[in-house]
């Protein structure tokens, strides 16, 4: 673990709308250091998706800055994959034709390209699906491949927003698991946005709680052990004692 992959300074992110203007983010500062799996907690509203797009580099703050290994960002990076809230997928690629779309964009020559995307479609449980179109999966299947569609550009840090929100308790659990299985060892950088307490104990090295207008009112380590599992976690003392806080940091968040 060394040094500091995403450094955000004094960001300040206003919308207009309607000749209004509308402060989403005020003042936010944040350093991610390498290899860390760190989650940003918080309710609906209070600035998360609009803070993840501006490090992404697919919007531009106000004011303040953004940098990546120290340079500023000034648009999307192939270093950085983004899973966004909603699903991007194209409906009218099939399985293994999204899984290839970064490795496409890249230039990776066509052989080569149906493997690594066989590879990850293995990887993320999806194995006999390659050639079924999104319309035809279920919602947790659309995650996964988004998901292999992400690794697929070989990043070395990992924006997610809310990634398994939509998903039923069950779906949520396998994929979170699956994704710290895939994680571990990897040495990749997360910044994994939820509004759920126990998911973000449960990923998470670290723990920023935002309030409103991307306020930070709880920034802690999350000291429990790798490899993490849900159901033992849920009654380890250490956990109880961690989910308190964060129900109080959230609840703060909102005042
Ligand atoms: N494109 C936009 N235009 C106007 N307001 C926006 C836009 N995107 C977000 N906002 C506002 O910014 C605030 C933060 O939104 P968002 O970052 O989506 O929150 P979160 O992801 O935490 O739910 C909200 O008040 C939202 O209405
Ligand atoms: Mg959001």
């Not at 697919?58 to 990546?68: A, N």
């Not at 409906?91 to 066989?118: D, F, K």
């Not at 723990?207 to 009654?235: F, M, N, Q, S, T």
Request: proline share 5%.
């Amino acid at each position: 673990m060394s040094g500091t992959v995403i450094e955000v300074s004094g960001l300040n992110k206003q919308f207009v709308k309607d000749d209004i203007g509308v402060v989403a983010l005020r003042d936010f500062d944040l350093e991610i250091a390498e290899g860390t799996f760190v989650t940003v907690l918080g309710r609906s509203g209070c600035g998360k998706s609009t803070m993840l797009n501006l490090v992404a580099g697919l919007t531009t703050p106000t004011s303040g800055s953004v940098s990546y290994r120290g340079e500023p960002i000034s648009g999307p990076r192939t270093e950085m994959g983004y899973l966004t809230q909603s699903d991007t997928l194209m409906p009218w690629r099939n399985v293994r034709r999204n899984v290839e779309l970064p490795l496409e964009i890249g230039g990776v020559p066509a052989q080569r390209r149906r493997e690594r995307a066989a590879e990850l479609i293995d990887k993320v449980g999806l194995q006999g699906f390659e050639r079924h179109y999104p319309r035809e999966l279920s919602g947790g299947m659309r995650r996964r491949v988004s998901l292999a569609r992400m690794l697929a550009g070989d990043p070395e840090t990992l924006l997610m927003d809310e990634p398994f929100g939509a998903l039923d308790a069950q779906l949520r659990g396998d994929l979170q698991a699956e994704l710290l299985r895939l994680w571990e060892d990897s040495g990749q950088t997360v910044v994994f946005v939820t509004h759920d307490i126990e998911e973000a104990l449960l990923m998470g090295d670290r723990v920023v709680v935002l309030g409103r207008i991307g306020r930070v009112v709880l920034d802690r380590p999350v000291d429990l052990p790798r490899p993490r599992d849900a159901d033992e976690l849920r009654v380890d003392p250490v956990f109880v004692a961690l989910h308190r806080e964060l129900t109080e940091a959230v609840r703060e968040g909102a005042r």
